[in-house]
Structure formats: C-alpha cells, structure tokens
C-alpha cells in the first residue's frame, strides 16, 4: 500500500478522516508517520491511539526556517514515504527543502484557490462577499499555497455566515475531499506531471465512489 506521512499543527480532524476511510476499507494505505512541530497538538494522541508512530520537532531548536525544513523532511525521509500529507500544517515551507517532495506532496487549504493563499481565508471570502467558499487540494510547491490544485469542494455562502460558521460547514467537506485525493494517489491514477497534474484515463471513464 501506499506509505503515507501526515504533516499536521493542530486538532487532527483532516487526519482523522483519513484514517476512517482506511478503517472502511476506502483508503488502501499505510500511515508511517504523524509529524508535528506543535508538542500540544491533539492530533499527536489521534495517531498513537491508533497505533501510528508520531514525530515532534520544534522549531524554537532551529537557527531558521530552512534549517528546521531540512531537518524535518530529512526525519520523514527515515520513514520512507510515498506521499506526504499537509493536513493543517500551519508552517510555510522552505522552498529548497521541499523540492525533492515536489509531486509526493500535497496540502488541504480552506479556500477555492487561487483565491485567499495564506491565512484567514473564511474572513476574506466574508469580507470579499464571495456567493460560494469552499476548500482546495494542491500538490505542494515553492509558492505558499499556489501548487496545482487537484480537486476543490465548494459550498454556498449563507446570509448571516461568520468565521467560524463558514468553518464549520466547510469542515465535512474537506473531510471528503482530501481521503477523496488521496484514494486517487492510492489508485495511481495521479500524479504530477512536467506541464501539471495528470489523470489517468481510467479517473475520467469510472467516477468515483466519494
Ligand atoms: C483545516 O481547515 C485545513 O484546511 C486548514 O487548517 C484546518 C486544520 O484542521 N489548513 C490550513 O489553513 C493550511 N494553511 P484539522 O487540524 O482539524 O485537520
């Protein structure tokens, strides 16, 4: 099966939606590794509770961000994966350090990029007046949230919306949408090619079960 590390700052929700499509049988893959650069993060308890080895690394004990990037991906190399997972990873990434990930890794970010790359993206789509919000799977490049997207789940925008209602109705759908790319991943019906994503043929003939 496919080796997959998870890369994850904080509640675990996008992870713990992917280990339920594994728990269901969805989702052929093995998770090697849960990385965190927060000790407190819940998503940590998440993965030992079922089993799965976890990593903190904080980056208080790097000079810089690219000393603590290379040590990062140097420790998640040790475990061998196929694909990385960004799943609320709340850092930016140094751009050396990931290019050998460049098309093994991909990122969740709640906004139908290229809209609203960075933070506070439900206040912006707010503030913006968007009809629709929604969220976006990218393979994960140099540029901060600017990779090729993948998929994106979209939903409408409600009168009397705020953050956190906008947040929490995107939540279910993220939780969708990114085991839904992954299965793909799994599949080896994706990948990233020279000139963008390529799909299988087979991904256009037969939809998919999600
Ligand atoms: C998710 O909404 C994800 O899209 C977002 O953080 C949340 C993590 O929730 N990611 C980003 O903002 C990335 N810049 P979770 O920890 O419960 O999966």
Do not use: C
Not at 89 to 116: C, Q, T
Not at 150 to 169: K, W, Y
Request: hydrophobic share 50%.
């Amino acid at each position: 099966p496919l080796r997959i590390a998870v890369l994850a700052s904080g509640r675990g929700s996008n992870f713990a939606a992917l280990l339920a499509a594994r728990e269901r049988g969805e989702l052929p893959v093995e998770f090697v590794l849960v990385a965190t650069d927060k000790a407190a993060a819940p998503v940590l308890q998440l993965a030992q509770m079922a089993g799965i080895p976890t990593m903190v690394l904080d980056p208080r004990d790097y000079a810089d961000r690219r000393a603590y990037d290379f040590a990062l991906f140097d420790r998640i190399g040790a475990s061998k994966p196929d694909l990385l997972v960004l799943a609320g990873f709340m850092r930016i990434i140094d751009g050396e350090a990931l290019k050998p990930w460049v098309g093994r890794m991909i990122n969740i970010h709640p906004s139908l990029l290229p809209k609203y790359r960075g933070l506070h993206t439900h206040r912006r789509a707010l503030k913006a007046g968007d009809l629709q919000h929604g969220a976006s799977v990218h393979y994960v490049t140099a540029e901060l949230d600017g990779g090729p997207v993948i998929a994106q789940a979209s939903m409408p925008v409600e009168a009397g919306d705020d953050e956190s209602t906008l947040a929490e109705r995107l939540l279910p759908l993220e939780h969708q949408l990114l085991p839904a790319v992954v299965a793909l991943i799994a599949a080896g019906r994706l990948a990233l090619g020279e000139n963008g994503i390529v799909f299988d043929q087979q991904a256009l003939d037969q939809p998919l079960r999600w």
